[in-house]
């Protein structure tokens, strides 16, 4: 057998497991900027995709403790093997996916698995390579910075290959990647542990489908309504509106009744002396639990500004996506820098004090951004705003990790990173889901009630509705000069005052989106008073 390079002996297992997790976030980053060719293929919806990236980040989230144990078991280089040809089989059947079900089956079953595995072997193994304390911060840094590096790179992607290639074509470049990986991270040398006990597999379903139809229902409620149907019942498929209700409700009390069994299950389980599963794991530490429900909003928050952005700057200032990704990149440079310069020196103030700046300098980056959202919008104007932002989130993220791993054992370490990660994907899902519907959704009614105005009639208020509808799904799912074409063929008298109509409906929701995301950070802000003022160890920040 030939004999490696130095440099790969040395070097090529950190590069493959940074290569992991910039592959893993490449995934998630590339949906956003296809969606609207997806959706138009697949003739469904924006709200379909975000339900598929949810349910993705929750089987990551709520298996990985699972995955953490069969690592064990089985070993971490084997296991990992295993989670590539899953993820492997999740892309191959994404890219050969005929419909929306198919490509949710690939990306939230195969990928979804996949990542269990993937998501915090990174970290195990990297923390083996490395003994100094020193070395280990910059290795754990690093995957942090793939990370990052993984998301950009992916909505830069999408955006180029979204119209002017196809959109399969972005998961089919990562199948280059996984053979890569596995040549470089086969030979990292690890210790294995002791097998973990029995297994519960009845309460990982439960536990699964418990929150996993609960929140594909909520993500679903603007689509397919609360109660009623949108739309005619009639003319929906049986399993969209059963018995002429939404599947909404029924989703919701479905997840509820899998929580309740879920509840009454683990009690019997120990009564017996039974262990379970998908154990609670890190998931019973305080502080662990409040840490991780303010960096999933904080990630919120971050997405769907971002997301919003990548919708509202080629609508109003005309961009195309590659371009628009340029114009919102120096939010992600700014943050990678104050990584980098944080990682080298720390202040000496107390962790949590820094984390609660980052908090009011991101919420200042909104405000300026607020501000800078006009008429006269440029890529220029929006470049400090953006910069604020990025620092504030950088210094965020350089704490949050500290501070909710305060009350976790070294042996949970890789769990807790392994939980945490898909735990801020569920939150970018969210974020889009959230801020970016409600964009959507108020630029749809001002600009209808605008036009309706303007033509100084009255109209029925099912006709008023059912043209905010499609004038939502057109905006999520057509190009610019498809749009353009359409309100191009609206009546004459309507035609000198449509691009004003159009201007300012998307600048009011924007600064109504971005009002939002503010009170979100404030919020962030207030509950972050409830976390220790110093952390025992400063860990690699996760973002």
């Not at 975000?50 to 993705?56: N, R």
């Not at 689509?223 to 059963?242: M, N, S």
């Not at 961009?319 to 919102?328: D, E, G, H, S």
């Not at 009011?508 to 207030?526: H, N, Q």
Request: net charge positive; proline share 5%.
């Amino acid at each position: 057998m030939a004999q490696q390079s130095p440099f790969l002996a040395k070097w090529g297992g950190p590069i493959g497991l940074c290569l992991t997790l910039f592959m893993l976030s490449y995934t998630i980053g590339v949906v956003q900027p296809i969606m609207p060719p997806l959706v138009t293929e697949f003739n469904s919806s924006v709200g379909y995709v975000q339900s598929a990236l949810v349910l993705m980040s929750l089987v990551t989230a709520s298996f990985t403790p699972t995955a953490e144990n069969l690592s064990r078991r089985w070993g971490r280089i084997r296991a990992f093997g295993i989670a590539l040809v899953l993820f492997t089989l999740g892309l191959i059947l994404v890219i050969l996916s005929p419909d929306m079900g198919w490509f949710t089956l690939g990306l939230a079953g195969f990928l979804a698995l996949a990542a269990t595995v993937l998501v915090s072997t990174p970290v195990a193994l990297m923390d083996g390579l490395y003994r100094d304390e020193v070395a280990k911060k910059y290795a754990l840094l690093a995957l942090t910075i793939a990370g990052v590096a993984g998301g950009l790179v992916g909505s830069i992607t999408g955006g180029v290959m979204a119209f002017d290639l196809n959109w399969r074509w972005a998961f089919a470049l990562e199948l280059g990647l996984v053979p890569i990986i596995w040549v470089l991270v086969r030979s990292v040398v690890v210790p294995t542990s002791g097998g973990p006990p029995s297994i519960d597999w009845l309460g990982g379903l439960l536990s699964l489908g418990g929150f996993g139809f609960t929140l594909v229902g909520l993500s679903l409620a603007t689509e397919l309504g609360w109660w009623e149907p949108k739309g005619d019942p009639q003319t929906r498929d049986f399993w969209l509106a059963p018995f002429g209700i939404s599947v909404v409700p029924i989703l919701i009390a479905a997840g509820l009744i899998c929580l309740g069994l879920l509840v009454y299950w683990d009690r019997q389980r120990s009564r017996q002396g039974y262990p379970s599963l998908l154990r609670m794991g890190v998931f019973t530490r305080r502080v662990y639990t409040l840490g991780l429900g303010i960096g999933t909003l904080h990630t919120l928050i971050n997405v769907g500004v971002q997301f919003n952005l990548f919708q509202f700057i080629p609508a109003v200032v005309g961009l195309n996506p590659f371009r628009t990704a340029i114009a919102v990149m120096p939010f992600t440079l700014a943050q990678l820098t104050v990584l980098i310069l944080l990682a080298k020196r720390r202040p000496s103030m107390p962790h949590r004090s820094l984390l609660q700046l980052g908090l009011v300098v991101k919420a200042v980056g909104i405000a300026m951004l607020f501000a800078a959202i006009s008429p006269h919008l440029t890529s220029w104007s929006l470049l400090p705003a953006l910069v604020v932002m990025g620092a504030g989130t950088g210094l965020f993220a350089t704490f949050i990790t500290s501070l909710t791993f305060n009350d976790t054992q070294e042996n949970e370490k890789a769990e807790a990173r392994g939980v945490y990660r898909p735990f801020q994907n569920l939150g970018a899902s969210l974020g889009r889901g959230i801020l970016g519907t409600l964009l959507v959704g108020l630029a749809s009614v001002r600009i209808v009630d605008g036009i309706i105005a303007e033509l100084g009639q009255s109209v029925d208020a099912e006709v008023r509705r059912q043209a905010i509808r499609s004038l939502q799904v057109a905006i999520q799912t057509l190009r610019r000069s498809d749009r353009r074409a359409i309100f191009a063929s609206l009546p004459d008298r309507i035609q000198p005052a449509l691009d004003n109509i159009l201007q300012t409906s998307a600048i009011e929701a924007m600064r109504d989106t971005l009002l939002l995301a503010l009170v979100l950070c404030l919020f962030c802000l207030g509950l972050s008073c409830l976390l220790p003022k110093t952390a025992k160890k400063l860990e690699a920040p996760i973002e």
